[in-house]
């Protein structure tokens, strides 16, 4: 019997912690979409000229972000590369990290594998809830990410923008992160559609065999 309170406890557990943990009504649905290479484009631009200034994302080449995203070599190491002038290279940040850590408490994370780390809904969820907070050292706090160390960086932005728009440009930003944290999702997904085609038009071969295996049989 105690053991099967033990077990009832122990398989309620995760429930208790994910009530515990509370509805955080800021968390709202991110709009990807991996097949829009408009807004992946946006996405990239937006990073490299907001993000990489703090933050790596040193498990990507922009060469391989040049060819995903159809960005033309030329246009992206005019415009899109700050850090190095080799298009072969990975995207590292310019700011040292123990200067990182001096200015902000802590370094910023390498942001390659953030969309998957953390899901594509906090992320974006993250990037839209910042909110002014005079008792934080940079003026600024975040619902999704309470007391966060990073500043707002795109507030700027926000605010020339308006709501909406702002809101566009970070599901473009989100969406680019959930590319660079799973390059290869897209094509998984496309790949996908062919092998359960395939599948299907297997069957009807092996109906037919079946068929005629079994005929004399019964
Ligand atoms: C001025 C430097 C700076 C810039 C620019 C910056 N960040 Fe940050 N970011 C930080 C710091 C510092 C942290 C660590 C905060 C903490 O742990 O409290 C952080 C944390 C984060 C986190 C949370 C990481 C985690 O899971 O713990 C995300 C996501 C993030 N940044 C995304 C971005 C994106 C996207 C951009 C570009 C729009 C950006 N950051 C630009 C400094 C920066």
């Known amino acids: 019997m105690k053991k099967l309170i033990v077990l009832l406890v122990a398989m309620s557990l995760p429930m208790m912690v994910q009530a515990s943990s509370g509805h955080n009504e800021y968390l709202v649905d991110a709009p990807i979409n991996l097949d829009d290479k408009a807004s992946l484009q946006k996405g990239a631009q937006i990073f490299v000229n907001n993000c990489l200034g703090c933050h790596s994302a040193k498990y990507m080449r922009y060469e391989r972000v040049s060819d995903d995203l159809e960005i033309p070599a030329d246009i992206m190491m005019e415009n899109l590369m700050f850090t190095t002038n080799k298009i072969g290279d990975v995207m590292n940040t310019a700011m040292p990290v123990d200067l990182a850590k001096k200015w902000f408490g802590t370094a910023p994370p390498d942001l390659t594998l953030e969309a998957r780390a953390r899901g594509s809904d906090w992320l974006y969820s993250y990037l839209i809830s910042f909110y002014a907070d005079e008792s934080r050292p940079f003026g600024v706090n975040n619902h999704i990410f309470k007391d966060v160390g990073m500043p707002h960086v795109l507030q700027t932005m926000q605010e020339s923008m308006g709501e909406d728009?702002?809101?566009?440009?970070?599901?473009?930003?989100?969406?680019?992160?959930?590319?660079?944290?799973?390059?290869i999702r897209a094509e998984r997904e496309r790949l996908g559609y062919y092998v359960i085609g395939f599948l299907f038009i297997l069957l009807i071969p092996v109906y037919f065999l079946n068929k005629e295996f079994w005929k004399d049989i019964d």
């Open 165 to 183: 728009e702002f809101k566009t440009n970070m599901a473009d930003l989100t969406n680019y992160m959930v590319y660079t944290a799973e390059p």
